[in-house]
T-cell receptor, first 114, second 112 residues
């Protein structure tokens, strides 16, 4: 059983398109995250939701809009895709917002914008 | 601002040799420190974490790390490396709100 799953695993699209990445966790966690890993493997948090409420919103273009329909899902919608959006996007989840809570990561979605 | 530095981009060790991956952090308060491993095409997996108490922490897969406040370091070690340990390793510091700030990663290559 996959703890944190993401779909799709690979996404190739053209500039200007709108795309979504889905994330689901079956761990019963109440906090979910989106991270971006760029071409240099640098991993940076984008968003965090706790009980469907946005709690972390880093300096991310407003073309990126997370949506959490319930505690088990956190989707990422990206409008007007740009070349610089090419990266691997990781979803993660944890129980609570305490720093002692381990974050469980999904396998990643490799987005390529051409 | 908090930051995490992993000075070594690549490290190559022979199978069976010992390993030490370096991590330095910059953080004003008592840090929450983590080591994650990422195998090719996979997500990140937590190896170990430090919050308080004993400065030598044990993790999964035979890894350990030592917190040294005086050196602002949290180096990862393993006494004998296996070929399956080849992966990328990330050190991270936890910020308020459970936000992880990651280092740039160290790629470990294991030669037989």
């Amino acid at each position: 059983d996959t703890a944190v799953s993401q779909t799709p695993k690979y996404l190739v699209t053209q500039m200007g398109n709108d795309k979504s990445i889905k994330c689901e966790q079956n761990l019963g966690h109440d906090t979910m995250y989106w991270y971006k890993q760029d071409s240099k493997k640098f991993l940076k948090i984008m968003f965090s939701y706790n009980n469907k409420e946005l709690i972390i919103n880093e300096t991310v273009p407003n073309r990126f809009s997370p949506k959490s329909p319930d505690k088990a899902h956190l989707n990422l919608h990206i409008n007007s895709l740009e070349l610089g959006d090419s990266a691997v996007y990781f979803c993660a989840s944890s129980q609570g917002q305490v720093l002692s809570g381990e974050q469980y990561f999904g396998p990643g979605t490799r987005l390529t914008v051409t | 601002a908090q930051s995490v530095t992993q000075p070594d981009i690549h490290i190559t060790v022979s199978e069976g040799a010992s390993l030490e991956l370096r991590c330095n952090y910059s953080y004003g308060a008592t840090p929450y420190l983590f080591w994650y491993v990422q195998s090719p095409g996979q997500g990140l997996q937590l190896l170990l974490k430090y919050f308080s108490g004993d400065t030598l922490v044990q993790g999964i897969k035979g890894f350990e790390a030592e917190f040294k406040r005086s050196q602002s370091s949290f180096n990862l070690r393993k006494p004998s490396v296996h070929w399956s340990d080849a992966a990328e390793y990330f050190c991270a510091v936890g910020k308020y709100g459970n936000k992880l700030v990651f280092g740039a990663g160290t790629i470990l290559r294991v030669k037989s």
